[in-house]
């Protein structure tokens, strides 16, 4: 192992110090860092990705929340509006009708954008394992 030399003065005193030259071992781990990164922005990737996903499930169900509150103040104003009993009743009747209409449509919603989601995560999974083996393989060629 070869070493670098220096001189410095200490107290009036010449002294040479020596440094050692990097190990071959502490070189070897100069790829590992480089992988130890990688593994870190691909980390910070799939954890924006979880991000951008709660939002949009967020986004989809405080749409569907308005809409349904805008729903119940327009039953309350029908329901104040009609002048007897029946109307009430055929108000209520067609108020739940639609509502259990949009609650199973909402679902089919939440499925589709679930198996969306879920795509995407498997998509960047997967190129990010190639991207792994590909850099692994180039390390080990060379």
């Not at 002294?15 to 590992?32: D, G, K, N, W, Y």
Request: with cysteine; glycine share 4%; charged share 20%.
């Amino acid at each position: 192992m070869a070493s670098t030399s220096r001189c410095g003065i200490q107290n009036g005193v010449s002294m040479m110090h020596t440094q050692p030259e990097p190990s071959s071992f502490a070189t070897q781990l100069l790829p590992i860092a480089g992988n130890g990164q990688k593994f870190f922005l691909a980390a910070a990737s799939l954890q924006v990705h979880a991000f951008k996903a709660m939002m949009r499930y967020n986004v989809e169900t405080l749409a569907f929340l308005k809409h349904r509150c805008e729903q119940d103040v327009k039953l309350a104003d029908d329901l104040i509006t009609g002048p007897e009993f029946n109307d009430a009743f055929d108000i209520f009747a067609a108020f739940l009708q639609n509502a259990t209409s949009q609650y199973v449509s909402e679902a089919g919603k939440v499925a589709t954008l679930t198996c969306r989601v879920a795509s995407e995560t498997a998509k960047r999974v997967r190129d990010e394992a190639r991207t792994a083996i590909e850099d692994a393989a180039a390390k080990t060629v060379a």
